[in-house]
């Protein structure tokens, strides 16, 4: 690994490894990513476990061989040890920083119920769990709607705290719109997940804000390349 950069083990099947990585391409952080399937139990051999005994990805490690595993916290330290990183990826002015940490928080308690909701759906079965009956997926997909009519609420608080359309009602997007866009990204891949989103215009509105500003890296660098991965 070269110096200063970061290894990141990641899976592009996985919402918070495309989080950190495309966090790392558009704030231009030296990185490598070493590939970690998990259809392939790649995250179980023992020497992964020693980087992070929960066995899940993403995992950052750094040239000391020190590793830290959770999206929200790889993204913080980064912006934290990376001086050059612009302060509107994680805004230094304390209420702003408050609220996109309570989104972050939000988005672990509240937004994943989307993906929980795609694995009762397809993905449980294409890794090692059994399908859900229809009426359990069912009552994950109740909770998927509830939680993104409780980000509809949280952008409307956003919007009337402060000039632009992203959390924190900040003008760009910072690492908690980009997990946030990235979790919401994994009901497109499970047919009926998009209509989902459909009632709240202003998640749709804000959603394509965020992949716009991420581009080119949403499209080139995440989405296709997953796609030659599921193939492969
Ligand atoms: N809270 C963690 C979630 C990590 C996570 O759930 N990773 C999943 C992929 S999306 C994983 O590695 N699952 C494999 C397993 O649990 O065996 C984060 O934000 O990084």
């Known amino acids: 690994m070269a110096a200063s950069s970061v290894r990141i083990y990641a899976d592009f099947v996985s919402q918070p490894s495309r989080a950190v990585i495309l966090f790392c ?3 231009r952080i030296p990185h490598e990513v070493k590939l970690t399937r998990l259809a392939k139990g790649a995250n179980r051999t023992a020497e992964f476990l020693k980087l992070n005994p929960l066995g899940q990805v993403p ?7 020190w590793a830290l595993a959770e999206s929200h916290a790889i993204m913080k330290y980064l912006c934290a040890t ?3 990183v612009e302060d509107s990826w994680y805004p230094s002015d304390a209420r702003v920083r408050a609220r996109l940490d309570a989104a972050m928080d939000m988005q672990h308690s509240q937004i994943r119920r989307c993906s929980t909701w795609t694995f009762a759906r397809v993905m449980g079965p294409l890794g090692d769990l059994p399908a859900a009956s229809p009426e359990v997926a069912e009552w994950h997909g109740k909770m998927a709607r509830r939680s993104i009519k409780q980000f509809d609420s949280v952008l409307a608080q956003s919007a009337a705290e402060g000039p632009g359309s992203f959390l924190g009602g900040t ?3 910072s690492i908690a719109d980009l997990s946030i866009a990235c979790e919401l990204q994994q009901l497109e891949g499970v047919p009926g997940g998009v209509e989902f989103m459909q009632p709240s215009a202003r998640v749709l509105d804000w959603q394509a804000a965020v992949k716009e500003q991420l581009q080119p890296h949403w499209d080139e660098a995440c989405l296709k390349r997953a ?3 599921a193939e492969s």
């Open 59 to 65: 995992v950052a490690e750094f040239e000391d061989g």
């Open 82 to 84: 990376h001086p050059e």
């Open 171 to 173: 003008e760009r997007a």
């Open 227 to 229: 796609a030659r991965e």
């Open 25 to 27: 391409r558009a704030a």
